[in-house]
Nanobody, 123 residues
Framework: VQLQASGGGSVQAGGPLRLSCAAS????????MAWFRQAPGKEREFVAA????????FYADSVKGRFTISRARADNTVYLQMNSLKPEDTAIYYC?????????????????WGRGTLVTVSS
């Protein structure tokens, strides 16, 4: 499966941004999906994940209450709505397909990675 993330860009602190991740090659409707991010000079970290049926969403503490993950199974697409963005949210964001039907917060649980999209938040 190929995963293509889009929707990144530059935004001022406090603003919103919506990322999309489109899957092609095969369906991911039976996979959990997740978003990870990697800030400059830091290791990649978990952001949010969602189960195959759109349930069981869970988040990193740093984004809880500000970010929302969702999916449209019919369109083979996953979204990440980011609100109240902070400069520390600046990173390359990657979407990922989980090996299991539930989402994963571990890189070892990922079976496919998408190419990242850059999000820059200015103060």
């Amino acid at each position: 499966v190929q995963l293509q993330a889009s929707g990144g860009g530059s935004v001022q602190a406090g603003g919103p941004l919506r990322l999309s991740c489109a899957a092609s090659g095969r369906t991911v409707s039976n996979n959990g999906m997740a978003w990870f991010r990697q800030a400059p000079g830091k290791e990649r970290e978990f952001v949010a994940a969602i189960g195959w049926n759109g349930g069981n969403a869970f988040y990193a503490d740093s984004v809880k209450g500000r970010f929302t993950i969702s999916r449209a199974r019919a369109d083979n697409t996953v979204y990440l709505q980011m609100n109240s963005l902070k400069p520390e949210d600046t990173a390359i964001y990657y979407c990922a397909a989980s090996r299991s039907a539930v989402g994963t917060s571990r890189e070892s649980g990922v079976t496919s990675w998408g190419r990242g999209t850059l999000v820059t938040v200015s103060s």
